[in-house]
């Protein structure tokens, strides 16, 4: 509305008309606080322009209230302009309002200048900032202020605390985050549901979920925040088990769920493989009638394909109104870790086609795993080189140049792979080595294979795997005193395998077994149920394989050692369980070992057993006593 020479003219879509008033009298004024509930932000701005000194705080302070609603950075400009040329002072919570506006239109260097420049400063005012700082990523920053405000005297309030907690992240984060937890104690705080909530969210991405459990066993009340917090806190970390127990605990106690809720205990699934417990985590997430969260649809894809189903992923992925390029990256990675390269390439194809997601550098990663597993080396050696010469924008980083390693030594061109290791313009890492030294031990490549295990044994002494495939290359060419000499390097340093552990799901309860594990409550008939398999497969031809053994006893020894993989442990009681004709999947934590992974073989052969077995790079389809993996792992 523009007021000219005593007139009011209005605009219209007709264009302009006007009427003559006397815009003197207060009556004939039109309100600004009607025209801005109205949605007239611009007139109301020619109102308080026309206003000037006559403005006051209702105004101003409603006319910044929509200016944040709308992020309306120029209109918020405007009245903060005519603030200071009407020498208006504006109390405490307008300049906080400020801040507040700048802040959530992204201009945070304002907000900052209007804070310092604040005669007087409240807990809101500095909290405003420290949560805008925090918000963006600016956790260095967020703390430094939080340390200026408690130096001006000004005490924090469960806002404050529940807000700084999330800056204190990185590698010093959690010495800051132990600090503001003190504080948080001397001023009461420690039991209010936000600054719990962060501190245990706080704890958890740190990685020390005891703390964090101890702040949520100490809430006098939780709420779904709290409780998806330590949730996700234990899947991160791979305590899958502890997760879903959890989450069945809460549940029991009528904790609500959101969709991070349910995102964090498929997480949790997916790393159990339990796929019986994610159907029913699916029916929850259909019954509660959530929207079509990205985040909850990518999970769920995710959970699938690691639980063996890949059909399920697909037809999660296929219905999605939206994908993110986290979608075609879980859908990318299930099709490669089952060995399904054909079908990674063709959706790779698909995503480029459709050019509204752009691939990044895990993308190129299932990919080029894919062609690897797949047995597809051409078309990956021609994917890497479209990278090199930069068709989508993204440079290869040491991971990928790993896999064309991988992807070289898989189809037997073990020199080639190692000239291209020499060529890398980066240095190559022990994964990278251990890539090629696995490659020498499937192709009887004893030369490099021995300068390559030398090579991993400076850079990572503790490693026992590249004991162990040393040792059986020296075997293989018979080279005994090699061998020996392996071995007792490997004493004298200590290396000390990982343990073993393996798991089944049977009847929706989750078994797990170690290596030789006498505490299952059905461990005698386990170890018969293993005896009768050994006893039938070596009928068919199976012959253990002693070299799996790196300890220094007979071999009668090392064939009781290797009855007692996880494994076969699992495997048998899967057998012992599942009726037949049903498939048996097993998992395990570490890679599956020679020995094992013929064990399987010849298991699915005399038993008419479909066997899958999940280890921790991939899945194994054995069928008839041949793997997808074409005994390369």
């Keep these: 509305m523009l007021r000219k020479m005593g007139k009011i003219f209005h605009h219209s879509k007709h264009g302009f008309s006007s009427s003559t008033v006397n815009y003197t009298s207060p009556l004939n004024r039109p309100n600004l606080i009607d025209l801005v509930s109205s949605g007239q932000l611009k007139e109301a701005l020619l109102e308080m322009a026309v ?3 006559e403005m006051r705080f209702k105004g101003y302070d409603t006319l910044l209230n929509e200016c944040v609603s709308r992020r309306a950075i120029r209109e918020g400009q405007r009245v903060h302009a005519h603030m200071i040329k009407s020498h208006y002072h504006p109390p405490v919570y307008l300049r906080t309002r400020l801040v507040i506006f700048y802040a959530k239109c992204e201009c945070l260097g304002d907000a900052r200048r209007v804070l310092d420049e604040m005669p007087d400063r409240n807990v809101v005012s500095w909290t405003a900032m420290i949560t805008a700082y925090a918000q963006r990523g600016y956790a260095s920053e967020a703390r430094n202020l939080f340390v200026q405000m408690l130096r001006s005297g000004t005490e924090p309030n469960e806002f404050t605390f529940a807000t700084v907690l999330t800056s204190c992240t990185g590698a010093l984060g959690i010495d800051h985050g132990r600090q503001v937890h003190s504080l948080v104690i001397k001023s009461c705080f420690e039991s209010h549901i936000y600054v719990g909530s962060s501190l245990l969210d706080m704890y958890a991405k740190a990685g020390k979920i ?5 702040v949520f066993e100490g809430l006098p009340e939780r709420d779904v925040v709290s409780c998806t917090a330590i949730i996700s806190g234990y ?17 029991g106690e009528g904790m609500p769920c959101n969709y991070v809720t349910y995102a964090s205990v498929l997480t949790a699934l997916s790393g159990l493989a339990a796929l019986d417990h994610g159907k029913q985590v699916h029916n929850h997430v259909l019954r509660s009638q959530l929207p079509s969260y990205v985040v909850l649809q990518n999970s769920l894809i995710d959970m699938y394909s690691k639980c063996g189903s890949l059909g399920y992923s697909r037809k999660i992925f ?21 060995g399904r390269g054909k079908e990674a390439t063709e959706l790779f194809k698909l995503m480029r086609e459709e050019n509204n997601v752009k691939p990044d550098s895990i993308t190129f990663l299932a990919v080029l795993s894919g062609c690897s597993h797949g047995g597809n080396e051409e078309r990956g050696l021609e994917i890497f080189d479209e990278m090199v ?19 070289l ?18 240095e190559p890492t022990a994964a990278i080595w251990g890539s090629l030294l ?10 490099i294979g021995v300068f390559v295990a030398k090579r991993l044994l400076d850079i990572e ?37 990982e343990p073993g552990r393996s798991w089944i799901n049977l009847n929706q309860t989750i078994h797990t077994f170690h290596a030789s594990d006498r505490t299952h409550p059905r461990k005698e008939e386990v170890s018969a149920k293993v005896r009768e398999l050994l006893t039938k497969i070596k009928e068919a031809g199976y012959i253990p394989d002693l070299s799996c053994v790196l300890h220094d006893v007979d071999d009668e020894q090392k064939e009781k050692i290797l009855l007692g993989h996880s494994e076969k442990l699992a495997l048998a009681f899967g057998l012992m369980g599942i009726p037949e004709g049903k498939p048996v999947q097993v998992m395990k934590n570490l890679r599956i070992c020679v020995d094992c992974h013929n064990f399987a073989k010849f298991v699915s052969v005399v038993y008419g057993r479909e066997v899958s077995l999940r280890d921790k790079n991939r899945f194994h389809h054995i069928v008839g006593g041949i793997c997808s993996c074409g005994d390369y792992w």
């Excluded at 879980?330 to 870790?337: E, F, I, N, Q, T």
């Design 318 to 338: 296929d219905r999605m109104s939206e994908r993110t390029v986290i979608s075609w990256n879980a859908m990318l990675v299930g099709y490669s870790k089952h």
């Design 389 to 407: 010469n930069g068709k989508d924008g993204v440079e290869p980083e040491i991971e990928h140049y790993g896999c064309v390693v991988d992807l």
């Design 461 to 497: 002494p503790e490693n026992a795997g590249n004991y162990v495939i040393l040792s059986n290359l020296y075997a293989s060419s018979g080279r005994w005193e090699e061998v020996r000499n392996v071995r007792e390097l490997m004493d004298e340093k200590a290396v000390i395998k």
């Design 409 to 426: 030594g898989r189809s037997g061109q073990v020199e080639r792979a190692f000239e291209f290791i020499k060529k890398m313009p980066l």
């Design 51 to 53: 206003q000037g000194h």
């Design 235 to 251: 899947a991160k970390l791979g305590l899958d088990e502890e997760a879903l127990e959890l989450f069945r605990r809460l549940q």
């Design 438 to 447: 696995g490659a020498c031990k499937v192709h009887s490549n004893v030369d």
């Design 210 to 214: 005891h703390e964090a459990q101890g």
